[in-house]
């Protein structure tokens, strides 16, 4: 059923839940298991060195994340293709989504107030809606 899934993870609790469910499908599937990591820069950076400042943590930061997924993953005897995108996590994960025609997407659920949700809104919400794929919220 599933060929190809992809796996959001920010290094949270909720994205480490996500990625042991993953790797599971990918096991029972047979499917090859992609990770995407969302590096976000400032909106309105003042110079170019704080977009270097922020890329610089950014990209330390998802080395821990990237090489705790792949130990995970070779663990349970699986491949992991890791992504690290710039931008914003929605736009991003739709957009490497389509092009590399993912069959599922599995997300972490990250709960918050009710009148968070009301206002704001969320990330995963907002990737219910507009993946082009089947997604998995895992709790």
């Known amino acids: 059923m599933f060929a190809k899934i992809l796996v959001a993870n920010d290094g949270s609790p909720g994205a480490q839940k996500a990625l042991s469910a993953a790797i599971t499908l990918t096991k029972a599937e047979g499917a090859a298991l992609h990770m995407v990591s969302v590096e976000e820069l400032p909106r309105f950076p003042a110079t170019i060195d704080e977009v270097d400042a922020v890329r610089g943590e950014e990209n330390h930061r998802f080395a821990t994340v990237i090489d705790a997924a792949r130990a995970e993953t ?66």
Not at 109 to 127: A, E, N, P, V, W
Request: glycine share 10%; with cysteine; aromatic share 4%.
């Open 74 to 139: 070779q663990a349970a005897g699986i491949a992991l293709a890791s992504h690290v995108v710039i931008g914003h996590p929605v736009g991003t994960i739709v957009a490497l989504v389509a092009e590399q025609h993912f069959d599922l997407l599995v997300l972490g659920f990250m709960g918050h107030s009710q009148l968070y949700q009301r206002i704001i809104g969320s990330t995963t919400d907002r990737l219910v809606d507009l993946a082009p794929c089947a997604v998995l919220v895992v709790k």
